[in-house]
């Protein structure tokens, strides 16, 4: 069932892109039958067709988290790839292509694309499910989804009997606790009758983008998934630096014009340095645009607030459309970043929560990130309690790690600068 809407999602893409594909030819040629104008012009739309394919393709391979609520972000992700492959084909093979066509059925795809996910998110995916399970905090979570349709929690020590559930109804076990004998015989004779029986820890992950921080035993279960993706790592760093320097004419233009209003709009180095922890628990200097009043004398490491009295005026515009963090992209190039991975933190705030919260340290195993999936999920955190929370993200993420869940992030990202989401 999981995997049902996602191909709904896909084939409601692939008619987006066919009346992308006639808008675009109506704009550019006067018809909507583009080869009627330009009979050289098949090649090119079977490529574009190829970019669909392979996206939805790879969307498929790399499921990651279920198909959760329709998101914008991963149609952003869907149309970039689609440019990405037209692009690379059209340089291999010096086939015919139209500028101002491939433009336009870019700009029209996504106008569908986002047209049938709006429309999606209006009829969402359930998935009935009955949980055997005493941890109340996930199952409070579970049922804030709209995914989620629990229809029953039963206590594992107990020794009622129950009947089968439905064929459509997924058995939900929660494996760290102790099953009484008569709860184990049922979960094997569910299993031994090919009923759907899966882990809490999965269910969880796939309807909520986090995983459970009770869950994990030992530690190791965030790191032995990454041994799939070590082949995507290499990718990871070669896409991090490219893009750095493809947007380096429009990221620079910015950056002066934010230098120029730091220098102006208060007194202090335009710049703001500071240690923070990345990857192996390794400090480095992080770059920001200074956003605060210069203060030298203050010492130790505090959360931002909302309405922080130490936030320039004129930076306030600043920090809620993440200029302010422009010189981080020096940090990617140097390689203590990456464009998407969980926040590095504090060093004294690392050391805090590596002794009060369990499997942070967890979060460093891979480069931290300029965003992440903390970041478009949950926004700022200000307080142990709320770390807590996006730590679950963040370990997300560490696990199921991959390029379309990086394109994603990518593209919620861009909602989440321009709304503000999130910014202190």
């Known amino acids: 069932m999981r995997i049902r809407p996602f191909w709904t999602q896909a084939l409601l893409d692939a008619a987006a892109l066919v009346v992308a594909v006639a808008a675009a030819s109506m704009v550019s040629f006067g018809t909507p039958f583009p080869w009627q104008f330009e009979a050289r012009i098949w090649p090119l739309l079977l490529i574009m067709l190829g970019g669909l394919i392979a996206a939805e393709g790879m969307g498929a391979w790399l499921l990651i988290g279920g198909p959760q609520r329709p998101s914008y972000g991963r149609a952003l992700a869907v149309a970039f790839m689609i440019l990405a492959t037209t692009s690379l084909m059209l340089i291999a093979t010096r086939v015919y292509f139209s500028r101002s066509f491939i433009s336009w059925a870019m700009v029209f795809f996504v106008i ?81 009758a090919g009923l759907d029986v899966r882990p809490l820890s999965g269910i969880y992950e796939l309807h909520t983008g986090r995983i459970p921080v009770l869950a994990p035993a030992e530690g190791w279960e965030m790191s032995m998934p990454m041994l799939r993706t070590v082949p995507y790592l290499a990718g990871k760093r070669v896409f991090d630096v490219l893009a750095v320097l493809v947007t380096a004419p429009i990221t620079l233009v910015l950056a002066a014009v934010t230098a120029i209003v730091i220098r102006f709009g208060s007194s202090g180095p335009v710049v703001f ?122 370990l997300f993420y560490v696990k199921h790690m991959s390029p379309w869940l990086d394109l994603e992030i990518l593209g919620r990202s861009c909602w989440t600068v321009l709304s503000g989401f999130g910014a202190r």
């Open 273 to 394: 340095r500071q240690a923070r922890v990345g990857k192996g628990g390794k400090p480095f200097i992080q770059y920001k645009f200074r956003s605060m009043w210069h203060d030298p004398g203050r010492n130790g490491a505090s959360f931002t607030s909302r309405d922080d009295e130490r936030v320039v005026p004129v930076a306030r515009i600043l920090r809620r459309f993440r200029l302010d963090e422009l010189p981080q992209l020096w940090n990617v190039i140097k390689g203590d970043l990456s464009l998407v991975g969980p926040r590095p933190e504090q060093v004294e705030f690392v050391d805090r929560f590596n002794r009060t919260i369990p499997f942070y340290s967890q979060r460093h195993l891979i480069r931290p990130g300029i965003t992440g999936w903390a970041q478009v999920n949950y926004g700022y955190a200000d307080g142990e309690e709320d770390t807590i929370q996006k730590l679950a993200y963040d």
């Open 112 to 192: 569908g694309a986002f047209a049938h996910r709006a429309w999606l998110r209006r009829h969402p995916w359930t998935e009935a499910m009955i949980l055997i399970t005493g941890e109340k905090a996930l199952v409070e979570d579970l049922r804030a989804t709209s995914s989620a349709q629990i229809l029953d929690v039963v206590d594992p020590s107990s020794e009622v009997g129950l009947d089968p559930p439905g064929r459509r109804v997924v058995l939900g076990v929660d494996f760290r606790s102790a099953l009484s004998d008569r709860m184990a015989q049922y979960v094997s004779s569910c299993t031994l």
